[in-house]
Each structure stands twice: as C-alpha cells, then as structure tokens.
C-alpha cells in the first residue's frame, strides 16, 4: 500500500499549487480520500475530503473557498487546488485513505507560502 504525495513547493501570497496524491496497492475507487496539513509546533488539521461512492467533500473552514478536492478513479489519483494561498497555509500536507477502520497515509509534502 501507498500513498504519495507530491506538488508542493514554495509560492509567495495569493499563488496557486495543486497537490498529487498517487495511491497503489489496494482499491481506490472503494476509499474516502482526505488531505490534512501539520506546521510546526500545530497539532494536524483537517483540510479536505472526498467521498468514495457521491464525491462529496468536505473543507476545513480554514480553506473553504479556496481549496478544491477532487479524485481521478482511472488513475487512483486525488487532488487538492489551493488557491490564494496565505503564510498561514504553509504546513507539510498530507494525504489519507480511509474506509473503515482501514486508513493509509502518505510522507507529506511541503508548502511553504512566503509574505
């Protein structure tokens, strides 16, 4: 099983990135897929999430209106756009599957927005 996550970077105030998460080893199309995001010296926060059967989501109240969460099942991918990004964004940003008691995570990938 695996989960990774890419497309982080660095960006100034008010710029764009879209996160990769690239599943394999077990059903994608049968996993809620989440992003969560850790800075330093914060406990994980809750960003996004998908559902696996209506593709319903779901957004912290931190991003709502600027981050979007979608999913590819034909290529066992979801997505995160994050737009107008702020300073307060950067965190290392995480993705999750979950069904159950079932969870998997990936390494994280860096954002790091500059003022």
């Known amino acids: 099983v695996q989960l990774q996550a890419s497309g982080g970077g660095a960006v100034q105030a008010g710029g764009s990135l879209t996160l990769s998460c690239a599943a394999s080893?077990?059903?994608?199309?049968?996993?809620?897929i989440a992003w969560f995001r850790q800075a330093p010296g914060k406990e994980r926060e809750f960003v996004a999430g998908?559902?696996?059967?209506?593709?319903?989501?779901l957004y912290g109240d931190s991003v709502k209106g600027r981050f979007s969460i979608s999913r590819d099942n034909t290529r066992n991918t979801a997505y995160l756009q994050m737009s107008s990004l702020q300073p307060e964004d950067t965190a290392v940003y995480y993705c999750?599957?979950?069904?159950?008691?079932?969870?998997?995570w990936g390494q994280g990938t860096q954002v790091t927005v500059s003022s």
């Open positions: 999750s599957a979950i069904r159950g008691p079932y969870e998997y």
């Open positions: 998908i559902s696996w059967s209506d593709y319903s989501t």
């Open positions: 080893g077990f059903t994608f199309d049968d996993y809620a």
